[in-house]
């Protein structure tokens, strides 16, 4: 519903990236001015992705608000569904691990062509994008920011009622609040890099390994992963220590490689017909997780997605939380009426809590996929969970469903998440568990848990 | 002892203040070529503190760097010894708590005329000071600062071996440092600010209150401290929230202002003459705390003091951490023999724990002090602790001496304490122990304690 202020308001937003693009189409559905400028070229006549991930997983939070732009079946023809986890052990064989019940998904999408298809629905809703302008100073007091033109380097300042940084994990909005009195702000980094390696389709033609799975190989203290991509190959990512043994600098040349792909990960070696090229060439890149508070400023101005919660990849929510930031907005908006420093207060009050929670989340998961999956009392309470939600479908929801087929608030999510895993410790304890727990007393241990009624989506 | 390669190497430090200009000294006497720029001008002709707190609690750790570079003396004439709290209660009553034992003091010590008396000191070794020149970017692998004199505005570049950071808690070089990647970084602020409030010597000329204490007027979650000046006047530093009920912002008037000190602080306010006066003019400061990791960058630039780890100011050790900073950085380089990214690398790896530990110890204080101090419990345990360490001076040293009286890494006086408070919490559920305390089996206690001999100092 469109805003009767919202014809008069200007707003500037900072990046085109998924999130920024995302959020132009819901403020210009609404009827606000809405401009944008992203310091990097247009990425539909680059064709780069602009060194981030090339392909993330979808699910229910990012795609409801895509639904709600009216988007859902253009992303559908981009998704590739992943029913479950393939884990692959150093020999080679196989495990799955549903994510959820029959329909429950999460879908590998290429950032590069959803965040193509989001630009230009913005610019067919009117949003005037405008690359190659980088912002170089922002006056949070009068919402003016100062740009740079990438190709002719002219400056030039622009005024509006409202500034919003979508300009992700290094934000200048952000840094520039940075500088204000009482603003709160961490920026830690993983001892772990990542490095990207792809499997192309096979001879025939066709995907290497099942691609109705997202794979894992966990190592312990690092793993790799692949997500099936559109053209029938697989991008994988290294998730490796810095430094120690093994890490990034502990593989000096291609044949130290080799020796240790083909002890550790020997069933996709065979894949990966340029993998020292690729390793060699292609960047190690590092993992951030950013917290801040407060979000907006002097009324004025709002940071949002990356730029205000930046995590690990781990959980696959980046994009999705985002996409939930964008949503909450525009409910905030119609709740508060249109005035902007109602707005971003009770937006940073509700959102907070929850981006600091799918932080603590990412991070969690980081732990539960290199280490735990392979562990055998992992996999069971894992199954016994799975029970428990089958005969009590709203009362015991797992965590990971919670998150990626909900819109329960991340903070509940976690919460519940930690009571289970507390009952989970407790339950485990049982002796002779591997072999009696189908004789549980499971309506107990769903008993045990503070109750809510959480309905799941397939999408 | 001079090294052999120092008087080859050129060293910029930013920042003249009180960590900058000691660590000038020691760097100079080392007899390297040392170069300052400090954006302020020259506080010696302008008489400001440049906005900071003006005075400070001087003691072991600090005092012994300023003996190492031989300034005992000179340092002696500014100070003013505490031997304890005086705390204060709503009646107007007072308790005395000593530091230590004998001898034992911190002392109370003007920031502007300290700050004075090192940047002559160093001037008078050859260093070479330039005010108004504000660090506005630095080339970290070239060690290469550019400055804006602040007069003429003129930009210059200068580049030297070594670039070391003692700019503060909003350091420049820190700030260049933080768009390195992997660079971890966190700022957080107290829901408490502050505010300074003077109190003027009596009409005969003498100090208005017990001079040899630090006093206190702890009223759970906020407090005032008082401070003794060398010319008998007192600051008074209210520690009070920023919002809330009562805070900086409940607070609109004279009428209401005289009103809560009346109720609060009725004994203070009589020496307050122009109270409102103050409060409505002085500003209202926040409270930081910042840490980082690593602290250099490229084998070429260091921070250190606040600019690496500033802490909320309730030890009394900022100040003393950085001067401890600049003796361990000076006994590094003898080790190390001059290689620089040796001497990062240690230096940091050494000090980071301690940094950590100091700022723990830093906020803890603040609610002993604003909270505890008026606990009779927290008072009988102290006393407790004093029986003991007066029992087995070397074996349990209250965590304030070890913190205060020692050089022991603050990482290790934190992990005493602990243990300390973990002992005290069984001892205190002793039942009647308010009146029993006296037949403990003092033996006992300390036998729980991990060993390790401490030496306190006076000085």
């Known amino acids: 519903?469109?805003?009767?202020?919202?014809?008069?308001?200007?707003?500037t937003l900072l990046g085109a990236g998924l999130v920024g693009s995302l959020l132009a189409i819901y403020l210009k559905r609404k009827g606000y001015h809405v401009t944008v400028f992203d310091k990097r070229p247009d990425l539909r006549k680059t064709g780069e992705v602009g060194g981030r991930s090339i392909n993330l997983a979808l699910s229910r939070r990012g795609y409801r608000a895509l639904e709600e732009v009216g988007l859902a079946g253009e992303v559908q023809k981009l998704m590739l569904p992943m029913k479950g986890r393939m884990m692959?052990?150093?020999?080679?064989?196989?495990?799955?691990?549903p994510y959820g019940k029959e329909g429950q998904?999460?879908?590998?999408?290429s950032?590069?062509?959803?965040?193509?298809?989001?630009?230009t629905e913005a610019e067919k809703l009117g949003v005037k994008i405008n690359f190659g302008e980088k912002c170089i100073d922002v006056d949070l007091k009068a919402a003016r920011v100062q740009l740079e033109n990438s190709a002719t380097g002219a400056v030039s300042k622009v005024t509006s009622d409202i500034v919003i940084g979508t300009d992700g994990a290094f934000s200048a909005l952000r840094n520039v609040m940075q500088k204000e009195d009482r603003f709160n702000y961490s920026q830690y980094y993983l001892e772990h890099g990542y490095k990207e390696i792809s499997i192309p389709p096979t001879a025939s033609g066709d995907f290497a390994m099942d691609h109705q799975s997202l794979h894992i190989w966990p190592r312990g203290?690092?793993?790799?992963?692949?997500?099936p991509n559109l053209d029938k190959s697989f991008t994988c990512t290294l998730f490796f220590p810095f430094s120690g043994q093994p890490s990034f600098e502990s593989l000096h040349n291609e044949k130290e490689l080799v020796a240790f792909f083909q002890s550790t990960f020997p069933d996709i070696l065979a894949y990966m017909p340029d993998l020292a090229g690729e390793y060699f060439k292609n960047p190690t890149s590092s993992l951030v997780t950013i917290k801040c508070y407060p979000w907006s400023s002097h009324g004025k101005t709002l940071i949002l997605g990356d730029a205000s919660h930046a995590i690990v990849p781990f959980y696959g929510q980046g994009m999705n939380a985002g996409f939930e930031d964008c949503r909450i907005l525009n409910e905030v908006i119609e709740e508060q009426d249109g005035d902007w420093p109602a707005i971003f207060e009770?937006?940073?009050?509700?959102?907070?809590?929850?981006?600091?929670?799918?932080?603590?989340?990412?991070?969690?998961?980081?732990?539960e996929m290199r280490d735990k999956v392979a562990d055998p009392d992992f996999l069971l309470s894992k199954k016994i969970e799975a029970r428990l939600h089958q005969l009590f479908s709203t009362r015991w929801i797992p965590q990971y469903?919670?998150?990626t087929f909900s819109d329960v608030p991340y903070a509940e999510a976690l919460a519940i998440g930690q009571q289970q895993s507390a009952i989970m410790e407790r339950v485990m304890k049982t002796p002779n568990i591997e072999v009696t727990?189908?004789?549980?007393?499971?309506?107990?241990?769903?008993?045990a848990l503070d109750q809510r009624k959480i309905t799941l989506k397939t999408q």
């Open 88 to 97: 692959h052990d150093e020999k080679g064989n196989l495990t799955h691990q």
């Open 221 to 227: 203290k690092f793993m790799l992963i692949a997500l």
């Open 1 to 11: 519903m469109a805003n009767k202020r919202a014809s008069l308001e200007s707003i």
């Open 346 to 367: 009770a937006f940073q009050k509700q959102r907070k809590p929850d981006a600091d929670a799918i932080a603590t989340l990412a991070f969690q998961n980081f732990i």
């Open 111 to 119: 950032r590069g062509r959803l965040n193509d298809l989001l630009v």
């Open 437 to 447: 727990w189908e004789q549980l007393d499971f309506e107990a241990i769903v008993n």
């Open 105 to 109: 998904v999460i879908n590998s999408i």
């Open 401 to 403: 469903s919670m998150t």
